[in-house]
């Protein structure tokens, strides 16, 4: 599968990455080479095949509700880029 | 042309478990912003979830409070998004596998119709946290105390068809929710939220039309008024030829209307899949009976009960069971009291006003059910009359003595003497020779005028059923 | 004395012939010279390692002991360290000191280590040469021109120069094993599961696990025995009892069954690399072990499958690197989408952007059931097939790396670059622990041997693999680095 500009476009939106125009064409190239790489795998019928998400065959473990932490937001703060009162700065978000 | 609206609720409900759902940050309300926020929370490198059992248990609770099909197996997924309010850049959600599959809800309507509402499933997730946008020199402010506390996601079918139904549905949900205690459901608070999906078709249609979402509404009264305005909109366009655009709005409640949140966003593409940092949850039967042997008695199974035990009226037991706590209350007192119906009355009737004045959940009421109990129990051995009761009760709303202290110290006990309810009778028959020739012309009616007549000289106190026969005995 | 292997070290400290304070100068003085030629840290903690390696002194003089109290070693700076800075390789870690240690990191330091520093590697983990770090390449010691393979190159270079005892790496495709295979040394990677991924940063969530780089397998043993055990943290770390994993190294190889893979000796395979691997089998038969061949009729999948698992679970794990909370943020965002979009483009080097842009692809609407949903049924498949060949076999074993390491610079061409793991992403898939073992020199160079058992029989692969070392010494041989010195 061939990828274009515009869905090459599309995905980096998606992601929050910016791709500039001049590295368009090199990043549309480079994903197509590995997306023909990756469609090998159509060569094989898994119809009757059941999907395996996870190495373990195990069940999930449960945890007792039970608040174990405390405020820590002075050191946790300490790696933020931008903060005030408490909370962490952004730019403007816009609902 | 005939329009027939189709809606379908989305319900968020905040689970109150003492942990987040994945972490074991406090889950406290109002706290400062982002002091409830560990490394989990604030999704740093190489943290992980580890799921509270609690969220799980309330979950499979509340599926069996509507009848649902609980999942043995149930599978997180994660919903991808960028937003500042939602840390790892995911929500962790329930996709294909919820814990809570389909099930439903009796909602009686104002007309006092019944109707069955599905529940297409309830799916457990994480909230996200807020995002504040005072001014913090041009910038928005990010707390995420909120993000991570467990929220039960509830999926109507799309089976309501009005506003009235909608909110029929919404104040059923709450009520057993607040049963189940599984949540605070505080829509003012946003531990209850909702979103309305909403389209109409021309009567007949088997289709459906194209529908817009409106999201975080925060009271059932902005819900009944956003699904009015948002009906009428679509008319509208439709009417004028126009067409509907599958979009999520918000509703402004001053101005009463819908407006698009479309954003510069393309269409959304969440790409779930299932989350890898967590492994199935299973189930047994035995879990699930151990969660049904625990379920409260549940408002339908109460209003039914209520009304056999205690022969009230279907209406009366609906407003009684409306709530846990008022259901509570009013048996406490019908027991305590000796009598059930004078018991409802008073707790629909003077109660319910006096709440409703002072603005006060029955479990803050200044009365509490013992003593209305007492209150009860001195009408229904005739120590009071039911008049003289509503004087008593408006002493008792600020004065801790007990109702007998009430009635002795204020002298209000009902006068049952024989002798001075003689006196009071042959008092009314020398006043009164023209109303007791009336009735002793065969004018019954008469009776109640003198009746009063004699309550009026008492000052209420006397026990208006022996005046009546003594009357009637002295005018024969 | 800084060659010796942890097991040796170990009998040194508590006879008394060392303290680990001596013990960590040498090492400190070692990665001081040879540091700057080969980049294998990132972060040096001198005075840190220092008084650790005091309070081991001490702590051995009230009459503590533990096979590794006062070893010093290395962590890959995948592995949150509390206090000290931890980049993953990467800008956008660039700045991050960790507020909390990983649970592998409090651990070994419970059981005594001393952390000399962090350990380059590949961003994020993603790559197998060690050239994508935003800290620079980190070069093989065997051969400076030559990449010492990856994502934990950092460790793997370390240890094959003696710049530390024994280090921690993680393996999602191949990169414990691979870098110890171009490094000549003992790279162990065991089942997904056993070791905790707690403060891991993560990769690929399903297929990342921790191990251990070091000059033997005892000392992966050793390692493990510390690193490995159950971590309410971490949903997916297993109950299941820690043997000790040094109490079976001696078991005899008479019958062990070896299963060697057809399609790991095919075309791809550098010839004089093949040589080696069939001479070390060779030496299993004078062992006792018999040798048959085995399919892994699905092999040639793993790494197309691979290819959308680890970098569909990618994209969503690094999507919390946005510039908010900690790590990188760009200069003077426009707006919001302006800080998400430079902070990602130019926190994240072309490698991970490339994952996250395939990974994201393999989600969007209308590809999950082309891309992912196949991958995990291919998934199985593999799986299965080394279900199917344990039930003839007690290990499967075959080359670590189809050649030996390559040059810096050498591999431009992504898909060229994840070919490299051809043989060592099938473990991870199915979530089995696998070793790489020093069986010879090609060209002066080392060549690795990939030994892979089933779930959990990490004793039966510590056996194996000592029974190699029991009886040659391919795992001894040293780098041209450290000619000439003690």
Known sequence: MALDKSEVEKIAHLARLRVSEAESDEVANRITDILTLIDQMQSVDTDSVEPLAHPLDVVQRLRKDKVTETDQREKLQALAPDTQDGLFLVPVVIE | MEWETVIGLEVHVSLSTKSKLFSGSDTKFGSEPNTQANIFDLALPGTLPVFNEEALRMAVRFGLAIGAEIGKRSVFDRKNYFYPDLPKGYQITQLDFPTVGKGSLNVTLDDGREKKIGVTRAHIEENAGKSLHEEFSGMSGIDLNRAGVPLLEIVSEPEITSADEAVAYLKKLHTIIRYLDISDAIMALGSMRCDVNISIRPIGETELGTRTEIKNINSFRFVEKAIHTEVLRQQEILEDGGRIIQETRRYDSERDETSSMRSKEVANDYRYFPEPDLLPIEIDDDYIEAVRSELPELPDAKKTRFCTEYKLSDYDASVLVSTREMAEYFETVAQEGGDAKIASNWVTGDLQALLNKSNLEISESPIEAGRLASLIARIKDNTISGKIAKTVFETMIDNPATVDEIIEEKGLKQVTDSGEIKNLVEEVIANNPDQVQQFKDGKEQVIGYLVGQAMQLSKGKANPGQVNTLLRDKMK | ?486
């Open chain 3, 1 to 486: 004395m800084i060659e010796k292997t942890v097991a040796e070290l170990s009998a040194a400290l508590s006879a008394g012939d060392v303290s680990s304070v001596e013990l960590t100068q040498a090492y400190l003085a070692r990665i001081a010279k040879h540091n700057a030629t080969l980049n294998a840290y990132i972060t040096v903690c001198e005075k840190p390692a220092l008084a650790q390696a005091q309070k081991a002194d001490e702590a051995r003089a009230d009459g503590a002991s533990g096979p590794l109290l006062g070893i010093p070693m290395a962590h890959k700076d995948i592995f949150c360290t509390k206090g000290v800075k931890t980049t993953c390789g990467s800008k956008m870690l660039h700045n991050f000191i960790a507020p909390y240690n990983a649970t592998v990191v409090e651990k070994l330091k419970t059981a005594g280590t001393v952390m000399l520093g962090k350990t380059n590697m590949d961003e994020f983990a993603m790559g197998s040469s060690n050239e994508t770090s935003h800290f620079g390449p980190v070069r093989n010691p065997w051969d400076t021109d030559r990449v010492p393979g990856g994502s934990s190159g950092g460790s793997a270079s370390a240890v094959a120069a003696d710049l530390c005892a024994i280090a921690t790496g993680t393996d999602t495709g191949g990169s414990i094993r691979q870098p110890a295979s171009f490094c000549g040394i003992t790279g162990f990677k065991p089942s997904y599961g056993r070791v905790s991924r707690w403060g891991m940063i993560a990769f690929a969530s399903s297929l990342d696990q921790a191990g251990a780089l070091s000059k033997s397998a005892e000392d992966s043993a050793l390692l493990l025995n510390a690193m490995a055990g159950l971590d309410l943290k971490d949903s997916t770390s297993i109950d299941r009892k820690v043997d000790d994993y040094t109490s079976s190294l001696n078991d005899s190889m008479d019958g062990l069954k070896i299963g060697i893979p057809r399609q790991h000796f095919t075309e791809g395979l550098s010839a004089d690399v093949e040589q080696v691997i069939r001479d070390a089998l060779a030496e299993y038969e004078k062992l006792g072990a018999t040798i048959k061949e085995i399919d892994l009729p699905n092999n040639h999948l793993s790494v197309s499958a691979y290819y959308v698992v680890a970098p569909a679970e990618a994209s969503a794990n690094l999507s919390r690197y946005d510039g908010v909370r900690y790590g990188y943020r760009c200069k003077s965002p426009i707006d919001l989408e302006d800080m998400y979009k430079r902070t990602r483009s130019e926190g994240f080097g072309d490698e991970v952007k490339r994952r996250i842009m395939v990974g994201t692809y393999a989600l969007s609407a209308g590809f999950y059931d082309a891309y992912y949903r196949k991958a995990q049924k291919i998934r199985r498949l593999i799986k299965n097939d080394f279900n199917d060949a344990f039930k003839e076999v007690d290990v499967i074993v075959g080359p670590t790396s189809p050649h030996t390491a390559f040059e810096l610079g050498a591999k431009t061409d992504p898909v060229a670059m994840y070919l490299e793991d051809i043989y060592t992403i099938a473990v991870n898939l199915a979530g089995l622990p696998g070793a790489s073992i020093p069986a010879g020199l090609a060209k002066g160079l080392p060549v690795g041997m990939h030994l892979v058992a089933p779930d959990f029989a990490e004793s039966k692969l510590l056996n194996i693999a000592h029974q190699f070392q029991s009886n040659t010494d391919w795992h001894k041989r040293k780098p041209p680095i450290c000619d000439g010195e003690g």
